[in-house]
């Protein structure tokens, strides 16, 4: 039987059902009942379940998934830091920032090998949520000034009309850029500090600005005409890319993952609601809006697209969402009952649908608390 609110008080009214089933229970004690079968997890429960799932899986290293990706440690640490239930004092951050703090290079980078760009971004993030009483100020400013290094500019020989230009890929200049990482990048410096006129931020969004389907002034792509509807695709670089594949006449796919990262990382680099470039986005997002799926990209990169969504929302400061129809969305209650439908027994999340490694319980379980954060009262 599916209770609505005018089921609930027949039954009630009626005195049969759960009162007789009781043996003559009071009415409050079948009142009670009957809210508890209506009754949804809330956040605070789900990131309960979520942190218990990651505890027993910390390895002898102090991380999670060492063996696949340092930055996956660095974005538990800073899932369980921002989740409102673990403080940085807790064991299990303080193995996890020894092992971080353990692989900084000379430079300063959090594991300067291949994906330093992405270990270090999220290892600052993570580094900037504990610290308390400037015990990690060392780490975070040597930190900027290496990711400052890997973002795409006159120091590797391009220029502000190349494609590459402002961006940064998982390792620098060892990789062309995408805006995934350009995001991360982008909120790692700002949420360690740098103000939104900072000149490597205002380089990034001349990046950012090219992977937006949207024929304007801050885009100058070939390509930007074919889709043309306000979204993001993953990179400018290399003639435009998608993950999402091409759409019927040849152009890059827009999907609302890379749509909530890009227009997070405007935000964040001081854009305002009236620039064409948030209106464009925010279109996009009120005529996709769904979290049943990554809309252009169904269930891939699912949870991803959720801690960007979350992440973008709450930067954003609205509580409700109003889509193409009208109606308005309370994305915190969506979100956290669209997580808690998809929490294993285990406490844990996954996705089948194992593209961008969201086949690792670890990453995924990260990422969802990320998300949850972000729906609690309190959250930044």
């Known amino acids: 039987m599916i209770w609505t609110s005018s089921s609930r008080r027949r039954f009630l009214r009626q005195g049969t059902g759960l009162i007789g089933i009781a043996g003559g229970l009071g009415s409050g004690s079948a009142l009670a009942a009957v809210q508890a079968v ?30 696949r990706e340092l930055g996956v440690t660095a974005l538990v640490a800073t899932a369980l830091l921002r989740s409102g239930q673990v403080a940085p004092g807790d064991p299990l951050v303080v ?14 980078g959090v594991s300067e090998a291949a994906h330093a ?3 270090t971004s999220i290892g600052l993030m993570a580094f900037t949520e504990a610290n308390k009483g400037g015990r990690y100020d060392r780490i975070i400013k040597s930190a900027q000034t290496f990711l400052k290094t890997m973002q795409w500019d006159e120091g590797e020989g391009k220029t502000s009309e190349d494609g590459f230009y402002g961006g940064a890929g998982y390792g620098g200049s060892n990789s062309r850029p995408d805006l995934s990482n350009t995001a991360f990048f982008i909120e790692a ?19 950012v600005s090219r ?22 695709i993953y990179t400018a670089a290399n003639d435009g890319q998608s993950m999402a594949g ?23 680099a001081g854009l305002k609601r009236d620039d064409p470039r ?28 959720y801690h960007t969504f979350a992440k973008t929302m709450a930067v954003l400061g609205d509580a409700t969402v109003t889509d193409a129809k009208g109606v308005a969305h309370d994305w915190r209650v969506e979100l956290t009952s669209a997580l808690a439908k998809r929490q294993e027994p285990s406490g844990g999340w996954v996705n089948k649908a194992d593209r961008f490694m969201e086949g690792d319980p670890n990453l995924v379980t990260a990422y969802a608390l990320l998300a949850l954060a972000y729906t609690r009262p309190r959250a930044h």
């Open 95 to 108: 193995r996890a920032l020894d092992l971080l703090e353990a692989s900084i290079g000379p430079k300063g």
């Open 189 to 207: 410096l700002r949420e360690s500090g740098l103000p939104a006129d900072d000149p490597n931020l205002k380089k990034a969004i001349v990046f």
């Open 38 to 67: 209506d009754r949804h997890p809330t956040s605070a429960e789900l990131i309960e379940k979520g942190v218990a799932f990651l505890r027993p899986r910390q390895d002898a290293k102090g991380g999670w998934s060492t063996g």
């Open 278 to 305: 948030v209106k464009a986005a925010m279109t996009y997002i009120k005529e996709h809006y769904t979290l049943d799926e990554n809309p252009g990209m169904a269930q891939q990169g699912l949870y991803y697209y």
């Open 246 to 268: 091409k759409d019927a006449a040849g152009g890059p796919r827009t999907y609302a993952s890379m749509t909530y990262a890009g227009l997070k990382s405007m935000i964040y």
């Open 117 to 119: 760009n992405y270990a």
């Open 211 to 232: 992977c937006q389907n949207l024929k304007s002034e801050f885009n100058d792509q070939p390509w930007v005409g074919q889709v043309n509807d306000g979204g993001f």
